[in-house]
């Protein structure tokens, strides 16, 4: 069986990225096929060819507002590389209920909070604010609605009295370097099943 196609979009540093791509080696059932940014200065695209992956921008901003237009060039250039999974890794856009439709089941997302707990921005400070105790990150399928398609996994860790927005960002996306990679390869041998990680290593 050929391996299978991986796309992943991103918008910033793309750490995740970097974890995605070098776990897939070896007898990892899928390969990397194409990094796609919607920023052409996102320092995951430099990262991406440097680990020997192509990398293309679709400038965003070149389609002032025209969710439509840049949707549509997001596509023509994600089918050239014919992708059967998509990874968003800190891809910072919404897409279109329409766009997601095409890819039902087959992409994912990854967020930086327990879902359903804290959809959308600024997770840590919200899980600080509220006193939580627990925190961490969520690997789930992208649906029409922001954050909310079934999970694929999860990984908690514990917040502790001294935390802060910094440290509870940078623990938890230790952990998301973890997590993405493990649910990838389950989902590629077709394991859809909730993965839990617990604590921080
Ligand atoms: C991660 O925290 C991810 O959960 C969020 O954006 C961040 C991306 O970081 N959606 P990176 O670009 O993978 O380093």
Do not use: K
């Not at 949707?71 to 329409?98: I, K």
């Not at 969520?138 to 935390?163: C, F, M, N, Y």
């Amino acid at each position: 069986m050929s391996d299978l196609r991986v796309a992943v979009l991103l918008s910033g540093s793309g750490s995740n990225m970097e974890a995605l791509v070098r776990s897939m080696t070896g007898d990892h059932p899928a390969r990397p096929v194409l990094v796609l940014s919607d920023r052409p200065e996102a320092g995951g695209l430099g990262r991406a060819r440097a680990l020997g992956v192509p990398a293309v921008a679709v400038d965003r901003l070149a389609f002032g507002g025209d969710r439509g237009r840049f949707e549509a060039a997001l596509a023509e250039v994600l089918e050239q590389a014919r992708p059967d999974l998509v990874c968003l890794a800190g891809f910072m856009r919404v897409l279109s209920p329409d766009f997601v439709a095409g890819w039902a089941g087959r992409m994912l997302n990854i967020h930086p909070s327990l879902l359903p707990r804290h959809r959308g921005l600024h997770t840590h400070r919200r899980v600080l604010e509220a006193g939580e105790r627990e925190h961490g990150c969520t690997v789930h399928e992208v649906t029409a609605e922001l954050d909310a398609g079934p999970i694929l996994g999860q990984a908690r860790i514990d917040v502790r009295p001294d935390d802060t927005e910094d440290s509870l960002a940078a623990r938890v996306l230790a952990r998301e370097h973890v997590l993405y990679p493990a649910v990838l390869r389950r989902v590629a041998q077709g394991v859809r099943g909730p993965l839990l990680l617990d604590g921080d290593d």
